[in-house]
Each structure stands twice: as structure tokens, then as C-alpha cells.
């Protein structure tokens, strides 16, 4: 047998993640591929910023999430949230794999309506629905979700000239030990509100009442929340049965349900911060298993999740325009984008990665957005290695309403990619260019010349 050479032993100090005289330790991981695709490459076809979206990924986040609830409840039903993210191709890929709609305004659910979606299959929230918005949904089956009494009244007096009934909800609000109380949509459950809405709808005979919606909050982190607000609406749902004899169809927790991403203020990253989404599903399923429905009666149970479902499948690409040594001494990176684009940095800090190779040497930095606008902050400190002008950046976990809320603000909105499940992009918006903006207006003769 062959002597083994001898190997001197070694003992090495592992300080990974611990705090030293320079700080605490941070790796930081170039990003330089989305499924497979060059960053890179992504920028020199579609321009920057570019939002890129991961059909991928939202795919998979989809069927893990929809695993969670249908595993503890037998029927179970996802109604998409256009206002978190209304693209077509997004909503589409949503629509593919079962998920109704779930919309706030006209223009949603026309959106809606285009994409294709049956009409019984769109559940109309918000406060703000028109005579016109109503007349339309109760045309097409929609589901409305009543928000206050004067949209009652209104449908009331529909019902008078059109010969359909129109299929209705109410949205309740309640204490669900989360506060402040989210009271502003939809009837009080405590205060009577709520029964009093049941009961004028019950009895005005032109309604056909199917249904309980509540949304609670948003990037909510307390899951018992939800099995309060699940119980309280099994509750109303018994008295309606009790009461009127009638069997709902189905109980809507909403939406709300967190994404991981770190939220401003909190002293853990979102993915430590946020509870497992198991948690959420287990307590709403818990809720309506153990009320007193009967199990050959339990209703169908709608989630309109948004930002969990889609936040991590968004990326946003951008590029470095310029560094500057702030007065302080501090080092400023300027970004092609900002608060314009990526307007969910009001309250996330979007963790940011560098999107090529880079140095070891780190330094906390800000990162400003390309307005001239003192509030245009990307990160108010960031610890990342010092980039250069023209260093690609990706933001990740942008994918919840950056893409609805955006503004066309000094600067325009960019292209929006899809990377399809075999790895090709594909433009799902184009960028918006001057003549988009002036197609919107209109020059009065008087002020059609001038000379300086
Ligand atoms: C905004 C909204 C949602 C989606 O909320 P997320 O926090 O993105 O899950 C769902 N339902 C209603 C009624 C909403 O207004």
C-alpha cells in the first residue's frame, strides 16, 4: 500500500456572519442570470430599467400556494388581484392555471372581460363602481362585493329597470385583533352593520346573495388574524341559514397574505420576518372546518392573494449613472431608476444585488433614483461593493404593484418582459416614449405659436 502523505492539520477561525472591528460580515452575490437569461444580454435587447417577470416562477409560487390551502380545505378557489399587478400576459398566465379575477374599478373589470374571463368568474370589489360599472357586472353574473349602502341602494334601484338578479356579497369588516382595524370597506361585523346589509338584501328579494368577503389588511404578519375573520364570517353565514334558509356559496378571506420582502422598519429580513404562508392556511381552514357549517354545506373558500403570489417572480433591471462622494464622506450611487418605477420602495428595502462580478470590499451607501427629487431614494443605506457608472444592478421582489403604481414622472415607464417557461423572453409592454405622452393632448389653436 502506497504511503499516505502526511498533511499538516489546520485550525481556521470560521467568522461567518459574526460582527468584527470592520462590521458584520456580508456576502454579496453577483445576480447575473433570471432563469437561465443574461442579465446583460436582457439590457441590450429591451433597453434599462427593464422589469423582467419569471412565468417560472410565478407558476411554481402559484401551485405551492394553492397545495397549502387545497391540502386543508376541500374546496378552495383563487380570484387574481388586477390592481397587484393587471398586465395582460400576467393575469393570462394566472387565468391558465385556474385563478378567476378579482377586481377594483371599471376599468379592471373590462380588462378582465377582454382577457377572456367569464363574467360569473370576476368578483367585483372596491368602493368606487359606477351605475354604469354595476349595470355592466350584474349583466355579465358578476360577483359584486357590496362596500357600503349606498352602492345597495344603487343596485336596488338597477334591479328595477334590468331583468336579471344580481349575484351579491357583502364586504365585512371586523376586529380581528390586528390594529389598527382595516374599517373603512365594507359593513362592521361588531356594530351590527354587517347583519343590517344581509337583511336588507334578504329581504328585498331582487338580490341573490352568494356570498362573504372580507380583506382584512395587508402584508399582514399575524396569521390567527385570519381565523378570527374566517370564524366571524362562518358565524354570519350560520344566521343567514338560520335566518333565511339560504346556503351561501362561498367565504372570500381577500387578499393580504405577505410576500418575503423586508419591510421598512422592521428590524428582520422579510424572509425571517414573515410566518410560514402554512400557518395562514392552516388557521382559515381551522376556522371553517370547526364552525358550525355543516360539512355537506361548507363553502367554497376564495383567496384574492396578490403581492405573495407575484412579488418574487418580478425583478427590476437597471444601470449605474453616476457615483458621488456625499458631504458626509458617504458614498452616493445614482440608479436609472427610482421612485417613479419602482415605487414600492416607499416601503420595502428591495434588496439590490450587483449584477456582474465584484470586489470584496464593501461600504455602505445610498442609492438615489434618476428624478430630481430630494424623496427619490432607492435605499437609504445599503451595504454593496463600490459600482461604477454603467455596473448593472437587479432589484428583487418587485413583482407586487410596481407595474400599476409606477408613474410617468420626469422620466417614462420602461419595457416589461416575460421569461417564458422554456426560457425566451418576450416584451409584455412596450416603454412608453414621447409620443405616447402627447397623444394625450391637445393644443389650443391660441397657444399653437410663439416667438422668442
Ligand atoms: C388589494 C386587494 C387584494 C390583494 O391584496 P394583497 O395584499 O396584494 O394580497 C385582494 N382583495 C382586495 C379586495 C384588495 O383590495
Excluded at 367585483?124 to 349606498?150: Q, V, W
Excluded at 458631504?327 to 428591495?350: A, E, I, K, P, Q
Aim: proline share 6%; net charge negative; glycine share 8%.
Amino acid at each position: 500500500m502506497e504511503k499516505l502523505k502526511y498533511e499538516r492539520p489546520v485550525i481556521q477561525k470560521l467568522n461567518s456572519g459574526l460582527s468584527n472591528k470592520f462590521g458584520s460580515a456580508t456576502e454579496i452575490e453577483p445576480f447575473t442570470h433570471i432563469d437561465g437569461v443574461p442579465v446583460k444580454k436582457l439590457i441590450e435587447t429591451y433597453g434599462s430599467p427593464l422589469f423582467v417577470f419569471s412565468e417560472r416562477q410565478i407558476r411554481a409560487k402559484y401551485e405551492e400556494v394553492k397545495t397549502m390551502f387545497t391540502t386543508r380545505y376541500p374546496k378552495v378557489q383563487f380570484g387574481w388581484s388586477y390592481k397587484t399587478n393587471y398586465l395582460n400576459a400576467i393575469c393570462n398566465v394566472y387565468h391558465q392555471m385556474g385563478s378567476w379575477a378579482e377586481v377594483v374599478s371599471g376599468f379592471e373589470f373590462e380588462k378582465a372581460l377582454k382577457n377572456g374571463v367569464p363574467g360569473n368568474k370576476i368578483i367585483f370589489n372596491g368602493p368606487d363602481k359606477t351605475e354604469a360599472d354595476l349595470s355592466l357586472a350584474i349583466e355579465h353574473n358578476s360577483l359584486i362585493h357590496i362596500d357600503h349602502f349606498d352602492e345597495l341602494y344603487t343596485i336596488q334601484k338597477l334591479t328595477q329597470t334590468l331583468d336579471k338578479k344580481p349575484k351579491v356579497a357583502i364586504r365585512v369588516n371586523m376586529d380581528t385583533g390586528v390594529y389598527p382595524i382595516w374599517d373603512r370597506f365594507g359593513f362592521n361585523y361588531e356594530n351590527g352593520q354587517a347583519w343590517d346589509a344581509v337583511n336588507k338584501i334578504m329581504s328585498s328579494g331582487q338580490m341573490d346573495m352568494v356570498g362573504l368577503h372580507c380583506h382584512i389588511g395587508t402584508f399582514m404578519l399575524t396569521p390567527s388574524a385570519y381565523g378570527v375573520a374566517a370564524a366571524k364570517l362562518a358565524n354570519l353565514f350560520m344566521r343567514i341559514k338560520q335566518k333565511f334558509g339560504q346556503v351561501l356559496h362561498y367565504i372570500d378571506v381577500g387578499g393580504g397574505l405577505p410576500s418575503p420582502n423586508n419591510l421598512k422598519g422592521t428590524y428582520l429580513p422579510g424572509a425571517d420576518m414573515v410566518p410560514p404562508i402554512e400557518d395562514f392556511a392552516e388557521t382559515i381552514a381551522t376556522a371553517l372546518l370547526n364552525s358550525d357549517i355543516p360539512p355537506n354545506e361548507l363553502p367554497l373558500l376564495i383567496l384574492e392573494s396578490g403581492r405573495l403570489l407575484i412579488d418574487e417572480a418580478g425583478y427590476l433591471l437597471g444601470t449605474v449613472i453616476a457615483t458621488k462622494r456625499l458631504s458626509s464622506g458617504r458614498r452616493s450611487t445614482v440608479l436609472d431608476f427610482g421612485l417613479n418605477t419602482l415605487f414600492t420602495s416607499m416601503w420595502y428595502n428591495h434588496k439590490i444585488s450587483p449584477a456582474q462580478e465584484v470586489s470584496n470590499f464593501k461600504e455602505d451607501m445610498v442609492l438615489y433614483g434618476p428624478l430630481c427629487m430630494n424623496i427619490d431614494v432607492v435605499r437609504e443605506s445599503i451595504i454593496l461593493p463600490p459600482l461604477s457608472k454603467g455596473d448593472l444592478v437587479v432589484a428583487h421582489t418587485v413583482g407586487a404593484y410596481n407595474v400599476t403604481q409606477w408613474m410617468q414622472f420626469i422620466a417614462m415607464r420602461p419595457n416589461v418582459v416575460l421569461i417564458d417557461m422554456r426560457g425566451n423572453p418576450h416584451l409584455i409592454r412596450r416603454a412608453e416614449t414621447t409620443e405616447t405622452l402627447n397623444q394625450m393632448e391637445e393644443l389650443p389653436e391660441h397657444l399653437s405659436q410663439f416667438t422668442l
